[in-house]
């Protein structure tokens, strides 16, 4: 079973939507969570991290469901900007775990 | 930040390579990552004050090496056809994991 799973999409929504990532992982001992955001041919960079009673960062959402070891992303507004790939990432011991990575294109 | 050269390789099946990081100032933990088209960057192991701490599922052939001067390296030896991935490093700091990694700018290995 992998450490962490994505839905990959892609996810093709028009400009002003809102919409969600999952990601779901296994190993019931991970201690911190992230969402990094990964451009076309481009390194990952840390969007945000994800805390037990949610955080925000404009229109970016984060929750974390640790018993049911589930995190999610929810952008609100979409801009065209946004389009990228967003990797679920979770930190076990000293390894971070990444997803696959959800592929978001904004249309306008 | 993070820098890694080359940013581009082209290497031969059999050959070896050597990837490079400078890490982060300060930085005592170096993590490497390989990411093959359309997947997430997988661990392939890390370093801490210049011994191995960590490794993922790859085999011996991918080595490395820690310096004191916040350098480090990456190797593959006997190169296959599926090691053609983005290569990524990552500075940190031990302990400090809840703050995210940095990640370099990646090395991009063709192996034809």
């Known amino acids: 079973r992998k450490e962490v799973e994505q839905d990959p999409g892609p996810f093709n929504v028009p400009e002003g939507a809102t919409v969600a990532f999952n990601c779901t992982y296994s190993n019931s001992a991970s201690q911190s969570f992230f969402w990094y955001r990964q451009d076309c041919r481009k390194e990952p960079k840390l969007l945000m991290s994800?805390?037990?009673s949610g955080n925000e960062d404009g229109r970016f959402t984060a929750q974390l469901n640790r018993a049911s070891q589930y995190i999610s992303l929810l952008i609100r507004d979409s801009k065209l900007s946004d389009s990228a790939t967003y990797l679920c990432?979770?930190?076990?011991?000293?390894?971070?775990?990444f997803g696959t990575g959800t592929s978001l294109t904004v249309i306008p | 930040g993070v820098t890694q050269s080359p940013t581009h390789l082209i290497k031969t099946r059999g050959q070896q390579v050597t990837l490079r990081c400078s890490s982060q100032?300060?930085?005592?933990?170096v993590s490497w990552y390989q990411q093959a088209l359309g997947q997430g960057p997988q661990f392939i192991f890390q370093y801490y004050r210049e011994e191995e701490n960590g490794r993922g599922n790859f085999p011996p052939r991918f080595s490395g090496l820690q310096f004191p001067n916040d350098s480090s390296e990456l190797n593959v030896n006997a190169l296959e056809l599926d090691d053609s991935a983005l290569y990524l490093c990552?500075?940190?700091?031990?302990?400090?994991?809840?703050?995210?990694?940095?990640f370099g700018s990646g090395t991009r290995l063709t192996v034809v």
């Open positions: 994800v805390y037990s």
């Open positions: 990552a500075s940190s700091i031990q302990g400090t994991l809840n703050s995210g990694y940095t």
């Open positions: 100032s300060g930085h005592n933990t």
């Open positions: 990432v979770v930190n076990t011991g000293n390894q971070f775990y």
